[in-house]
């Protein structure tokens, strides 16, 4: 009799111990959020800068309005300030800053991603590239530096 009472004792507490671990942990995976980082979304975001750059200047100088400045040649030269390569690592280091416990960071390369709980950094993540970038194109422009040399010094920053 008192092999069964200790055997039922322990079958409780596990049982409450039991619970109480999944109160505490079993709702991890609903709480996380999927942030996702699109290379599709991030190029139209940055096409989208240089065309309407393209116009502002287009306007501003008075050319002709019927030249084509969002031809790709003109676009890819001056995608990301000509930075290609710091413009990536700037991306990847930029979207990492939304990772925590709670929310992960995935990349998309083509196609896009669908479900609960995913949300599209792209845009967040573009600007504060661009405005990172701008800083440095700034930079270069008022130290007399040539604008088609690439800046890749990311630790300077």
């Known amino acids: 009799m008192k092999q069964v009472l200790i055997l039922l004792m322990i079958i409780i507490v596990g049982a409450g111990v039991g619970w109480l671990g999944f109160l505490l942990f079993g709702d991890i995976a609903t709480n996380t959020r999927i942030l996702y980082l699109s290379q599709e979304e991030i190029l139209k975001l ?25 031809d790709n040649k003109y676009a890819e030269t001056n995608l990301f300030f000509g930075q290609i390569d710091l413009a990536i690592e700037l991306i990847k280091s930029e979207a990492l800053k939304y990772q925590d416990k709670r929310d992960k960071v995935i990349f998309i390369t083509s196609g896009f991603i669908t479900g609960e709980d995913v949300t599209s950094i792209s845009t967040p993540v573009h600007l504060s590239v661009i405005e990172r970038l701008a800083k440095i194109a700034g930079s270069r422009q008022q130290s007399g530096l040539e604008d088609d040399k690439p800046n890749n010094q990311l630790n300077n920053q």
């Not at 750059?53 to 969002?70: F, I, M, P, R």
């Open 46 to 70: 940055e096409k989208d800068r240089v065309n309407r750059h393209s116009l502002v200047v287009t306007a501003k100088d008075g050319s002709n309005s019927n030249k084509n400045h969002s």
